[in-house]
C-alpha cells in the first residue's frame, strides 16, 4: 500500500523519528550521488538510483527477432516528488526530480545458431538530462542541479534466443559500461561511475487467440564506485507485460517489480541498514505496428516504494527492421 508521509500518531509512537531522518538524509546527501540510471528513470543502491531503466520492455520482449539489423528508439521521462525512506515514509523534506533519456538501441541478428538458438549482440547509447532538487530536514536551503550528457553504455555480445510454436525464450548478459560524465561532489550526474554486470533471461507465451504475457528477469551486480567508496548491492528486478493483439494493435498492462537482494557498503561496511531498494509500477501500454516498423507508447506509476524516489515515467518507443 502506497505510504505518502508519517501521520501525527506514528510520529508520537516514534519519538526522534523526524531527527533521524534528517540524519539519514544528510549522510545519504553528503554523497552527492546522482538519482538516474544510464538510460533514464529506472530510480536503491547509491543515492537511490540504479543502472538498468526499469520497465523499459514491454510485448514480446522474450521474442529475439529474426536474422538481420534493428534500431530501436527509447524517449522516457520519469518524475518524481518524493524519496522514501525504508519506512515508506519522506526521507527529504522536498525533493524534485526529473529524467529525461533518449536511448538509441542497435540490434544485430546473426545467421549463427548455438544450442539451437540464434545468436544476436545489441548496444545502448543513452542520452540523459537530469534535473534535481531537494532540502534535508531540518529545513536547510534548497539544494539543486542539472546536468545534461553521454550516459553510461550497455553491450552484450552473446544474446541467444529460441523460438517454439507458442513461446520465445531469449538470455544474455548486458555489460554496463562507465562512460558517462561523473563528479563525486555533484547533486546530479549523467554516469554512475561503476561497472555493472546483469544476467537476463526474457520469457513470452502468445496463444492462438492472441493473448500474450512476457517477462524479462535481470540480476544486476555492482562494482564500487571508487570515488565514493561506495559499493550498490546486488538487484532482482523484472519487466513485465500482459496484452492482447488484434490486427496492427497490441494493447495490455505493464511495468515492473524491483528489489534489491544485498546491502549497500561504504568503505567495506554496511551502509546504515543496508539501504535496500524496493518499488512496484503499473500502468497501460498500447502498441502499433506497421510494415517494418512499431510505436509503443506506456506510463508506470510507482508504489510500495522503499529507500528510492517515487514517481512516474512515460515512454515512447519506436522500432525500425531494416
Not at 87 to 99: A, N, P
Amino acid at each position: 500500500m502506497q505510504r505518502t508521509s508519517l501521520c501525527a500518531g506514528e510520529r508520537e509512537r516514534k519519538p526522534g523519528t523526524d531527527r533521524h531522518r534528517g540524519g539519514r538524509a544528510a549522510i545519504i546527501a553528503g554523497l552527492a550521488a546522482a538519482v538516474l540510471t544510464a538510460g533514464g528513470p529506472g530510480l536503491a543502491t547509491e543515492g537511490g538510483g540504479s543502472h538498468y531503466p526499469n520497465g523499459a520492455e514491454d510485448f514480446m520482449v522474450g521474442a529475439l527477432p529474426p536474422p538481420g539489423n534493428y534500431f530501436i528508439n527509447y524517449l522516457s521521462w520519469y518524475s518524481a516528488d518524493t524519496f522514501r525512506d525504508d519506512d515508506g515514509g519522506r526521507l527529504f523534506e522536498d525533493f524534485d526530480l526529473d529524467v529525461v533519456a533518449n536511448t538509441f538501441r542497435f540490434i544485430h541478428v546473426t545467421e549463427h545458431k548455438l544450442f539451437g538458438a540464434n545468436w544476436a549482440l545489441h548496444a545502448f547509447v543513452p542520452l540523459v538530462n537530469v534535473d534535481v532538487s531537494r532540502r534535508i530536514a531540518p529545513p536547510f536551503a534548497r539544494e539543486s542541479d542539472d546536468r545534461f550528457g553521454l550516459g553510461d553504455i550497455i553491450v552484450d555480445p552473446f544474446i541467444l534466443g529460441w523460438h517454439g510454436k507458442d513461446w520465445h525464450i531469449t538470455t544474455g548478459l548486458d555489460i554496463y559500461l562507465p562512460t558517462g560524465s561523473y563528479d563525486k561532489d555533484r547533486l546530479a550526474n549523467p554516469g554512475r561511475n561503476y561497472w555493472t554486470f546483469e544476467p537476463v533471461l526474457a520469457l513470452t507465451y502468445l496463444s492462438p487467440a492472441g493473448f500474450e504475457a512476457s517477462a524479462k528477469l535481470m540480476y544486476a551486480i555492482n562494482t564500487e564506485n571508487h570515488a565514493t567508496d561506495y559499493h550498490s548491492g546486488q538487484e532482482f528486478h523484472a519487466d513485465y507485460t500482459l496484452g492482447y493483439h488484434t490486427g496492427p494493435w497490441s494493447l495490455g498492462v505493464g511495468g515492473y517489480y524491483y528489489q534489491q537482494t544485498t546491502d549497500d557498503e561504504l568503505n567495506g561496511q554496511t551502509f546504515l541498514d543496508g539501504f535496500r531498494g524496493r518499488a512496484f509500477a503499473i500502468g497501460p501500454q498500447v502498441k502499433y505496428s506497421h510494415k517494418n516498423m512499431a510505436f509503443t507508447a506506456k506510463y508506470h506509476a510507482e508504489t510500495a516504494v522503499e529507500n528510492r524516489p517515487e514517481g512516474g515515467s512515460l515512454w515512447l518507443k519506436f522500432l525500425y527492421a531494416f
